[in-house]
């Protein structure tokens, strides 16, 4: 105390005055008390400060509480921060991310890649031997005359435009394109009419499909069977012995005016990975004619090995 008393004496006199006008002030004492009563008032206005952040937000909070002191506001603004800051931020970030992320990334992936990869796997595995189903016949419309194809008797016009006198006499239009193929005529002596080719049966193959359009003209009397057609499959080494014997046969007891399709279906497992002679054959009597037209022939493999 001697010490602050003589600094504080000498200071007076350089300022010009007495040493009278010095107060002193003690740690324990008068005018301390009454700073420590100000100290803990402003514990007090930090405490309100406090509670009033808890209520509001954590930011508002902090503030207000730093500025203020120490005591009951720290604690207050601290619990009030982390309650509300921790709480908003855990159930925006976490809930949103795991609810979008998973949900949108499961859907999306697993359902692309299941569809795209089973479907052609699938298609391409189980069709059995490789190019097995397909048309066995060209030109089987007759649009390119006889291109592919073999005629009996020789020299005899089988395949005919639409615009063909016999065929305009008989009403007949093709039934697709510009030509038709037509066995039988006039003759005074029995004759077989017929056209042919090559099919290649592929491996694997299991049955086949014979198809077509046909029309018939006659003028033989409708009490016996004079003139009829039909089809064949057999191993050129063995004509005599055809694959099937069951075949649909046309004949002039009947008659069609218009377009009649046929289809039916050939085993064909016996025969597979051979080449065999598909034919259309009109067997005729004298005299009397019968006109069998044929149009959009089709010979189709139409079940494999390794499939349904």
């Known amino acids: 105390m001697r010490y602050a008393i003589v600094v504080g004496c000498f200071l007076a006199g350089v300022l010009g005055a007495s040493c009278g006008d010095i107060s002193v002030f003690h740690d324990d004492g008068g005018a301390g008390a009454s700073a420590g009563d100000s100290g803990r008032g402003g514990g007090a206005a930090g405490t309100g400060a406090g509670a009033a952040g808890t209520a509001a937000a954590g930011a508002a909070g902090a503030g207000p509480?730093?500025?203020?002191?120490?005591?009951?506001?720290?604690?207050?603004?601290?619990?009030?921060?982390?309650?509300?800051g921790t709480g908003a931020a855990g159930a925006a970030g976490i809930g949103a991310a795991g609810a979008a992320g998973s949900g949108a990334a499961g859907a999306a992936g697993?359902?692309?890649?299941?569809?795209?990869?089973?479907?052609?796997a699938g298609a391409s595995g189980g069709g059995g031997a490789p190019g097995c189903r397909r048309e066995l016949l060209t030109n089987g419309a007759f649009e390119l005359g006889m291109s592919a194809w073999n005629e009996a008797p020789q020299g005899t016009p089988l395949v005919r435009r639409f615009d063909d006198p016999e065929v305009a006499s008989h009403q007949v239009a093709p039934q697709s394109g510009l030509y038709v193929l037509r066995l039988g005529a006039p003759s005074?002596?029995?004759?077989?009419h017929y056209v042919e080719q090559h099919a290649d049966i592929p491996l694997g193959a299991l049955e086949l499909t014979i198809s077509g359009?046909?029309?018939?003209?006659?003028?033989?009397?409708?009490?016996?069977?004079?003139?009829?057609?039909?089809?064949?499959?057999?191993?050129?080494?063995?004509?005599?012995?055809?694959?099937?014997?069951?075949?649909?046969?046309?004949?002039?007891?009947?008659?069609?005016?218009?377009?009649?399709s046929f289809s039916f279906a050939v085993n064909v497992a016996s025969v597979a990975?051979?080449?065999?002679?598909?034919?259309?054959?009109?067997?005729?009597?004298t005299s009397i004619p019968t006109y069998f037209y044929f149009d959009t022939l089709s010979v189709a493999v139409t079940r494999c090995s390794g499939s349904p």
């Open 273 to 285: 990975g051979k080449q065999m002679v598909f034919r259309i054959v009109a067997d005729l009597d």
């Open 110 to 120: 697993s359902g692309a890649a299941g569809a795209a990869g089973t479907g052609p």
């Open 188 to 192: 005074n002596n029995y004759v077989v």
């Open 213 to 260: 359009q046909l029309q018939i003209r006659t003028d033989e009397p409708p009490d016996d069977v004079y003139d009829e057609a039909y089809v064949q499959l057999f191993d050129e080494s063995t004509p005599s012995s055809p694959l099937f014997r069951s075949a649909p046969r046309w004949s002039n007891l009947t008659p069609a005016s218009n377009w009649t």
């Open 65 to 84: 509480a730093g500025a203020a002191g120490s005591g009951a506001a720290g604690a207050a603004g601290t619990g009030a921060a982390g309650a509300a």
